[in-house]
T-cell receptor, first 115, second 114 residues
Framework: AQTVTQSQPEMSVQEAETVTLSCTYD???????LFWYKQPPSRQMILVIR??????QNATENRFSVNFQKAAKSFSLKISDSQLGDTAMYFC????????????FGKGITLSVRP | DVKVTQSSRYLVKRTGEKVFLECVQD?????MFWYRQDPGLGLRLIYF???????EKGDIPEGYSVSREKKERFSLILESASTNQTSMYLC?????????????FGPGTRLTVT
């Protein structure tokens, strides 16, 4: 079975600064996807970024980038130039490749961006 | 844009009542999922469905059942609600399209069982 661990329950960052959210996972499989989802207060969960395990290049989406270390089973999210709208819960998630796979989520981290 | 809607944002029910949570998606997605979200526990999968009339148990199916009579609608049923089922319930959908594994979430239903 796959597990996802987010060991930091809360973090805080000053607006315009950079913050890194940590995530580790455990699997014996070689082909999988990793995700970061964002859940703003009282709003719907949305996908922030996705990484395919077979790709060596780290995924980037505007101010969001990941540091994917496959051997270490680590998948951290870096948010650059933090904005007040980045305040949210962030969930790391894992999914095996294949049509009928399901997501396994970490426990989440609450990120607060201070003005 | 993909839209996933849930029938209620807030629901209060009494212990022992039968509770129906409805989820509808408008993008013809094959896959639909029900999760519950609890503080400190993240999201846990209750049931999922890959096709009409098809269902599979997730990680915590006890006390729940589901129904998928139409492709766009996936219902979660609490046969006899209990206080330990007080939680936030999230519905999601996804497609089987090539390379497309993103799940789209509804706004959630916060259920309180008293």
């Amino acid at each position: 079975a796959q597990t996802v661990t987010q060991s930091q329950p809360e973090m805080s960052v000053q607006e315009a600064e950079t913050v890194t959210l940590s995530c580790t996972y455990d699997t014996s499989e070689n082909n999988y996807y990793l995700f970061w989802y964002k859940q703003p207060p009282s709003r719907q969960m949305i996908l922030v970024i996705r990484q395919e395990a077979y790709k060596q290049q780290n995924a980037t989406e505007n101010r969001f980038s990941v540091n994917f270390q496959k051997a270490a089973k680590s998948f951290s999210l870096k948010i650059s130039d933090s904005q007040l709208g980045d305040t949210a819960m962030y969930f790391c998630a894992f999914m095996l490749t294949g049509a009928n796979s399901k997501l396994t989520f970490g426990k989440g981290i609450t990120l607060s961006v201070r003005p | 844009d993909v839209k996933v809607t849930q029938s209620s944002r807030y629901l209060v029910k009494r212990t022992g009542e039968k509770v129906f949570l409805e989820c509808v998606q408008d993008m013809d997605h094959e896959n639909m999922f029900w999760y519950r979200q609890d503080p400190g526990l993240g999201l846990r999968l209750i049931y999922f469905s890959y096709d009409v009339k098809m269902k599979e148990k997730g990680d915590i199916p006890e006390g729940y059942s589901v129904s998928r009579e139409k492709k766009e609608r996936f219902s979660l049923i609490l046969e006899s609600a209990s206080t330990n089922q007080t939680s936030m319930y999230l519905c999601a959908s996804s497609t089987l399209g090539q390379g497309s594994y993103e799940q789209y979430f509804g706004p959630g239903t916060r259920l309180t069982v008293t």
